[in-house]
C-alpha cells in the first residue's frame, strides 16, 4: 500500500542540529521523509548565552544572523538566528521567541514555494506557530518529559512549560509519544494520540559481513565487558552501578556518552574496573557495542527514568547483544526479550544469565529489532496521520 506521506512539503522544527554528534529520531525521521518528500528542516535556534560560549570557548555552532542552507532539493536547512534568553522562564519571551521564529520560517517558505505543509514539531513551544503557515496536518512529536527535564536542568519555570505543552497539545491535530509514560499527566483527546516507539538505523546498527575494527581505547581493557552507551543524566543510577562494579570485580564496566553527572563519574575513578570513554562519533559506536559482550541499562526510579523508551534498546538488540536494565512500566513489553531487574541482586542474576546466553538468542534479539527500523516507524507515523484525516 502506497504511503500518503509522499511528494509532500513537510517543516521539522526540531531541538538539534541536523549534524548533531549524537543523532535521535528527528535526524532520523528527516532521511527518511526525504526519499519521497521535500522536508524543511528548522534547526535548534540556540540562545544568546550559548551563542557567546559558542563564539568564545567553540563548544557550540555559531551563526549569529541565522542562514538557509539547501543541502539537496529535498533537503532546506533552516539555522534560525539565536533566541532570546530564558525563554520557559517568561512567557513574553517563549511568545516573542516563537513570533521571530515564525517571521523566518514564512520567508523560507515564500523564497522555496513551499504550500500546504505538514507541521512537524518536537519542540513544546510551538503553539503558537499552528495555523499560521498554511500547513495541512500539525504533529508534535513528544519525546522527552520536558517539564521535568528542563527543571531538573534550571532551565524554567515548571508552570510555564506545562502550560507552553498543554497549548501545543491542544492545537495539534496528531500527538506522538515516544514512551506511554509521557503526557500522562495532561488530559488528551485519545483520538488524537498515538504511541509510536522510536527506532533504529539497521544500515549502521547491524551484524555485518566484515569484521569491526576493535576502537583503539577498548584494546587494553580487559573482557567480559559490560557496556552503557547514551546521555549519563539524572536518569542514571549511580548507586546501582557501584554495587555492581562491587559484585564484578573481574568484569570491565565501559561508559560511553555526554557526561552530565561528572561528580559521579569522577566517584567511580576509585574503581579498577571502571572505563568512562567519552562521548563518540555516531558511526563508531556501533564498534563499541559490538565489543561488549553484555548491554547495561542501570536507570533509577525518578519520574524521568519511569517515562525513558529510549533508542539505545533497539541499537543493543539490533546487534544482537544482551541487554541487562532496570524493571521499569515503559520496558514490560519487551520482558521477553530483555533481563528486567528490580535492584543489585536482581542485576547479578541477570547478568549472570546473559553472560551464559550471550548466544542463544542472538537471532531472536536482531530478528526482534527489525520491527523497529526507521522505515517501519515512517509505515507507523503514516497510518497515523491517515487515520486522523479520516
Known amino acids: ?204 546498527f547491524c551484524i555485518k559481513d566484515i569484521s569491526y575494527q576493535v576502537p583503539k581505547d577498548l584494546h587494553q581493557i580487559p573482557k567480559p565487558i559490560i557496556g552503557f552507551i547514551g546521555s549519563i543524566g539524572n536518569w542514571i543510577d549511580f548507586k546501582l552501578y557501584e554495587d555492581l562494579l562491587l559484585s564484578f570485580p573481574n568484569y570491565s564496566f565501559v561508559m560511553i556518552g555526554l557526561n552530565l553527572r561528572k561528580k559521579d563519574i569522577n566517584t567511580l575513578y576509585q574503581y579498577d574496573n571502571f572505563f568512562y570513554l567519552g562521548l563518540k562519533k555516531q558511526k563508531k559506536v556501533p564498534d563499541y557495542i559490538n565489543y561488549f559482550d553484555i548491554c547495561l541499562m542501570p536507570f533509577n526510579q525518578t519520574r524521568i527514568a519511569r517515562s525513558l523508551l529510549p533508542q539505545k534498546i533497539f541499537q543493543y538488540l539490533a546487534m544482537g547483544k544482551p541487554v541487562v536494565s532496570t524493571d521499569l512500566f515503559t520496558l514490560r513489553p519487551f520482558s521477553e526479550i530483555l533481563y528486567l531487574a528490580n535492584n543489585a541482586d536482581q542485576f547479578v542474576i541477570g547478568i549472570n544469565h546473559a553472560l551464559k546466553e550471550i548466544d542463544n538468542n542472538k537471532i531472536e534479539r536482531i530478528e526482534f529489532a527489525k520491527r523497529y527500523s526507521w522505515p517501519n516507524r515512517l509505515i507507523e507515523y503514516d497510518n497515523a496521520i491517515k487515520e486522523i484525516l479520516n
Not at 77 to 84: D, K, M, S, V
Not at 175 to 195: G, H, Q, T
Open 1 to 204: 500500500m502506497p504511503l500518503m506521506i509522499e511528494n509532500k512539503d513537510i517543516i521539522i522544527i526540531s531541538n538539534q542540529m541536523l549534524d548533531d554528534h549524537y543523532w535521535t529520531s528527528k535526524q532520523y525521521i528527516t532521511m527518511e521523509l526525504i526519499k519521497k518528500n521535500r522536508v524543511l528542516y528548522v534547526e535548534a535556534n540556540y540562545s544568546f548565552g550559548k551563542l557567546m560560549f559558542g563564539i568564545i570557548g567553540k563548544k557550540w555552532p555559531t551563526v549569529p544572523f541565522g542562514r538557509l542552507n539547501i543541502e539537496n532539493d529535498n533537503l532546506p536547512i533552516l539555522t534560525p538566528f539565536p533566541r532570546l534568553p530564558f525563554r520557559n522562564h517568561f512567557r513574553w519571551i517563549g511568545w516573542l521567541n516563537q513570533k521571530l521564529l515564525l517571521i523566518q520560517i514564512k520567508k523560507v517558505m515564500r523564497r522555496l514555494n513551499i504550500e500546504r505543509p505538514i507541521l512537524w514539531t518536537f519542540l513544546h513551544q510551538t503553539a503558537d506557530l499552528i495555523g499560521k503557515l498554511d500547513e495541512s496536518i500539525t504533529i508534535y512529536h513528544c519525546v522527552d518529559d520536558w517539564p521535568e527535564r528542563f527543571v531538573m536542568e534550571k532551565m524554567g519555570r515548571r508552570s510555564i512549560i506545562i502550560d507552553d505543552e498543554k497549548a501545543l497539545l491542544e492545537s495539534c491535530d496528531l500527538i506522538i509519544s515516544v514512551s506511554p509514560k509521557l503526557l500522562d499527566n495532561y488530559k488528551i483527546d485519545k483520538r488524537k494520540y498515538r504511541f509510536i516507539e522510536n527506532g533504529v538505523d539497521l544500515n549502521l
